[in-house]
């Protein structure tokens, strides 16, 4: 089952008289448990893309189908519950509230969905899997940027979305770190068998991906699929 379709999706913006047309009827299907890197120049609409695919951004013509729901169909609270309980995002700056410790902010999507108060223990354990058990009270401005990265994906991940979008998630951070959020996304792709969708620059972090989409001018230049590289013994 498709886990996100893509059906002629478009979104323009108009700045001034002039028409930009950010996605220009994109149609694709990503599969459940796929991890995908979206590529592209700057502007090439990666992160309309994303947005789109988050329900943060209403598209301007074409259809939007997550686990088989057309979004597009939706009224605004419907969208917002499901981008709640269906959707986790990771920006590149972190996005955390700074007067909130490690568990407080993992535990904020539990506001938006019923029955969140029962989450608490998922947080924790999430906090465990990246690796932040120690750091569990400790503020924001207290962490690396990796470390704070690894709080954002475990907010991403607790009401169990079907789907994390994460948007250039290691442009903030060096390379050893960034591989380091790479490994811990790849596991957390296996395990949860959760849907990744990776907006990067990086060719590095791309290639690691099973699937590249790359986009040009808002449309899909190539969609390619690659075998999953074996450690080199
Ligand atoms: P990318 O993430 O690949 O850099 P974006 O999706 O941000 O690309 O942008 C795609 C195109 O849409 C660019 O030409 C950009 O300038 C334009 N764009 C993005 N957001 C807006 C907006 N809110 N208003 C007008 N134009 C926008
Ligand atoms: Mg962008």
Redesign the pocket.
């Known amino acids: 089952m498709a886990n996100v379709r893509l059906v002629e999706l478009t979104k323009n913006?108009k700045?001034g008289s002039e028409i930009?047309r950010?996605l220009d009827g994109v149609t694709l299907d990503i599969d459940k448990g796929e991890f995908v890197a979206v590529v592209?120049r700057?502007?090439?609409?990666?992160?309309?893309m994303l947005d789109l695919l988050g329900l943060l951004l209403k598209p301007t013509a074409g259809s939007l189908f997550i686990d088989d729901v057309d979004t597009t169909k939706l009224g605004d609270r419907q969208r917002a519950k499901m981008r709640a309980r269906r959707v986790g995002f990771v920006f590149q700056e972190y996005n955390l509230l700074s007067g909130m410790n490690v568990l407080e902010n993992v535990m904020l999507p539990l506001r938006y969905v019923k029955n969140g108060a029962a989450g608490k223990q998922r947080a924790i354990e999430l906090i465990d899997r990246v690796g932040l058990s120690d750091r569990i009270k400790h503020k924001p401005s207290e962490l690396s940027g990796g470390q704070m990265q690894r709080v954002a994906i475990a907010r991403s991940m607790v009401n169990r979305p079907s789907l994390i979008l994460l948007d250039e998630p290691t442009g903030a951070v060096d390379t050893e770190t960034a591989q380091q959020l790479v490994d811990l996304l790849k596991l957390l792709n296996r395990e949860d068998q959760v849907t990744i969708v990776i907006v990067t620059h990086d060719v590095d972090i791309a290639s690691q991906a099973r699937r590249q989409i790359r986009?040009k001018d808002g449309k899909v230049l190539t969609d390619e699929r690659v075998e999953e590289k074996l450690p080199v013994a």
């Open positions: 913006y700045r930009i950010a592209g700057s502007g090439s609409g990666k992160t309309t986009l």
